[in-house]
């Protein structure tokens, strides 16, 4: 069972900048494929990124690439999400997930963390 703990959500005003962490409790972490979800109230789920195990392959929803950067430190079980140039639409519950794939993610599958909540303002 791996465990995922989000933080570095916050408050913050249009235009700035966010760093969120997730860290994994186990040490298998470099074998997933870590992703970054948020969901803001009243809409579903949404995809934002992915990372595979070494780093050398990430995936970007539209509506945060060239903004938003994912990484990962193996070697501190933690993957990371630099969010830039930040506005009111990125508001949300930002979660954290491991999977075997990104397509196992987006179904839903794979662990998950409780969240950490994004507040931009305009």
Not at 92 to 113: D, F, K
């Given at each position: 069972?791996?465990?995922?703990?989000?933080?570095?959500g916050g408050?913050?005003?249009?235009?700035?900048?966010?760093r969120?962490s997730c860290?994994?409790?186990?040490?298998?972490?470099?074998?997933?494929?870590m992703?970054?979800?948020r969901?803001?109230?009243?809409?579903?789920?949404?995809?934002v990124?992915?990372?595979n195990?070494?780093g050398?392959?990430?995936?970007?929803?539209?509506?945060?690439?060239?903004?938003?950067?994912?990484?990962r430190?193996?070697?501190?079980n933690?993957?990371?999400l630099?969010?830039?140039?930040?506005?009111?639409?990125d508001?949300?519950?930002?979660?954290?997930?491991a999977?075997?794939?990104?397509?196992?993610l987006?179904?839903?599958?794979?662990?998950w963390?409780?969240?950490?909540?994004v507040t931009?303002?305009?």
């Amino acid at each position: 069972q791996v465990q995922l703990v989000e933080s570095g959500g916050g408050l913050v005003q249009a235009g700035g900048s966010l760093r969120l962490s997730c860290t994994a409790s186990e040490r298998a972490f470099n074998s997933y494929v870590m992703g970054w979800f948020r969901q803001a109230p009243g809409k579903e789920r949404e995809f934002v990124t992915a990372i595979n195990w070494s780093g050398s392959i990430t995936n970007y929803a539209d509506s945060v690439k060239g903004r938003f950067t994912v990484s990962r430190d193996n070697a501190k079980n933690t993957v990371y999400l630099q969010m830039n140039s930040l506005n009111p639409e990125d508001t949300a519950v930002y979660s954290c997930a491991a999977g075997p794939s990104v397509a196992a993610l987006i179904g839903g599958s794979g662990y998950w963390g409780q969240g950490t909540q994004v507040t931009v303002s305009s």
